[in-house]
């Protein structure tokens, strides 16, 4: 079955500190894709970036990074020089090509960054 | 253009009425999808429309729970006889393609509150 594992409830740092948000899954499946959502104070969740399972490569995008790791089940975020507005919960989520029927979201990691 | 839109953005009603929640999704998403989010926690998926095929309904937690998808665009989620734990936030998302492998687009949540 589909599972996403966010082990870390919240994050506090202070700004300019680089933090990493960890996401552990588990599949069956060989092909499947994974996804970071940002949830602000307002509510609103933002899609960060989708991941196949084919492309290992990792990805860079301004301040955020996201490390994909088969091996270890793991595709994790990290966040350099963080800033107020970073402050939000983070979703990882899993959908599978061939068994799933639908997405399954992770618990969430609530960060706060502190000027 | 325009996003995921849900209405009433607040509904507070009595224990034991009904309550219709609506999802308006970006135009031209064939797949729309409801989660419940209960406060401070992640995402429970409902249920999850995909064209004009049979919804994906394995998420409703009770028979109380009910949804239409009206001309592949317009959702309805229902809620029979309401009971203070259906109290948290509604979301709606769409995205483009038929299948699961496109992000989702959330809109911003219907807050349910039963009294």
């Known amino acids: 079955a589909q599972k996403v594992t966010q082990a870390q409830t919240e994050i506090s740092v202070v700004e300019k500190e680089d933090v990493t948000l960890d996401c552990v899954y588990e599949?069956?499946?060989?092909?499947?894709?994974l996804f970071w959502y940002k949830q602000p104070p307002s509510g609103e969740l933002v899609f960060l970036i989708r991941?196949?399972?084919?492309?290992?490569q990792n990805e860079i995008s301004g301040r955020y990074s996201w490390n994909f790791q088969k091996s270890t089940s793991s595709f994790n975020f990290t966040i350099t020089a963080s800033q107020v507005v970073d402050s939000a919960v983070y979703f990882c989520a899993l959908s599978e090509a061939n068994y799933g029927q639908n997405f399954v979201f992770g618990p969430g990691t609530r960060l706060s960054v502190l000027p | 253009g325009a996003g995921v839109s849900q209405s009433p953005s607040n509904k507070v009603t009595e224990k034991g009425k009904d309550v219709e929640l609506r999802c308006d999704p970006i135009s031209g998403h064939t797949a729309l999808y409801w989660y419940r989010q209960s406060l401070g926690q992640g995402l429970e998926f409902l249920i999850y429309f995909q064209g004009n095929s049979a919804p994906d309904k394995s998420g409703l937690p009770s028979d109380r729970f009910s949804a239409e998808r009206t001309g592949g665009s317009v959702s309805t989620l229902t809620i029979q006889r309401t009971q203070q734990e259906d109290s948290a936030v509604y979301l709606c998302?769409?995205?483009?393609?038929?299948?699961?492998?496109?992000?989702?687009?959330f809109g911003p949540g219907t807050r349910l509150t039963v009294t």
């Open positions: 991941r196949n399972s084919f492309d290992e």
């Open positions: 599949t069956r499946d060989t092909t499947y894709y």
């Open positions: 998302a769409s995205s483009f393609g038929s299948y699961l492998s496109y992000e989702q687009y």
